[in-house]
């Protein structure tokens, strides 16, 4: 059975920076196109980022130019860099994947606010 754990969430200020992580066990993460979704509070969850297998990315407009994903298939993690962070990206963020089965991970809260 596979599994997602997010980590990396927290409180930062708005233009400030913060990089989640999403360890994958139990999946063939090596060929798994791999994504980051969100969900803001009374808002339907949203894509972000996805990465392929060939590390080919695709960016939301909204994170375009301010985030980046990225994956290292020896540590069988994917990691998303946020950078100049506004209040408008406070959600939970999750890690995504449906290559061969689907799976989500917990979810972790990024609040940004000063």
């Known amino acids: 059975q596979g599994q997602l754990v997010e980590s990396g969430g927290g409180l930062v200020q708005p233009g400030g920076s913060l990089r989640l992580s999403c360890a994958a066990s139990?999946?063939?993460?090596?060929?798994?196109?791999m994504a980051w979704y969100r969900q803001a509070p009374g808002m339907q969850r949203e894509w972000i980022a996805t990465i392929t297998s060939g590390s080919r990315t695709k960016y939301a407009d909204s994170v375009k130019g301010r985030f980046t994903i990225s994956r290292d298939n020896a540590k069988n993690t994917v990691y998303l860099q946020m950078n100049s962070l506004k209040p408008e990206d406070t959600a939970v963020y999750y890690c995504?994947?449906?290559?061969?089965?689907?799976?989500w991970g917990q979810g972790t809260q990024v609040t940004v606010s000063s």
């Open positions: 995504h994947t449906n290559t061969y089965r689907t799976y």
């Open positions: 139990g999946i063939i993460f090596s060929s798994s196109i």
